[in-house]
Nanobody
Framework: QVQLVESGGGTVQGGGSLRLSCAAS????????MGWFRQAPGKEREFVAA???????????YYADSVKGRFTISRDNAKNTLYLKMNSLKPEDTAVYYC????????????????WGQGTQVTVSS
């Protein structure tokens, strides 16, 4: 079992930056596909970014088109922590951001993730 706890959300003006963190418990963090999803009011939860492991030493990063070039996903396996650095934030980035983990073969399909955090609110003002 893996528990995930997000932090780092808050309110920021448009154009600003935030860094989200997701602390994971458990010994299997390094082998998990880890992702960030978000849910805006009145909308379905959507994929934001993910990092997958090739079962060797290489991790890959994937992004939704809407955040590509502005957001960066990273992980520190020694600290069992996942990060999402968000730059050039826009009001449409306002949402609850969720950290997810699992052995997901398809990184952008939320139903394939086994573990979820409680979410952290990000609000971007115009």
């Amino acid at each position: 079992q893996v528990q995930l706890v997000e932090s780092g959300g808050g309110t920021v003006q448009g154009g600003g930056s935030l860094r989200l963190s997701c602390a994971a418990s458990g010994r299997t963090f390094s082998s998990l596909t880890m992702g960030w999803f978000r849910q805006a009011p009145g909308k379905e939860r959507e994929f934001v970014a993910a990092t997958t492991w090739d079962r060797g030493s290489i991790y890959y990063a994937y992004y939704a088109d809407s955040v590509k070039g502005r957001f960066t996903i990273s992980r520190d396996n020694a600290k069992n922590t996942l990060y999402l650095k968000m730059n050039s934030l826009k009001p449409e980035d306002t949402a609850v951001y969720y950290c997810a983990g699992g052995a997901a073969a398809s990184y952008d399909i939320e139903s394939l993730y086994d573990y979820w955090g409680q979410g952290t609110q990000v609000t971007v003002s115009s």
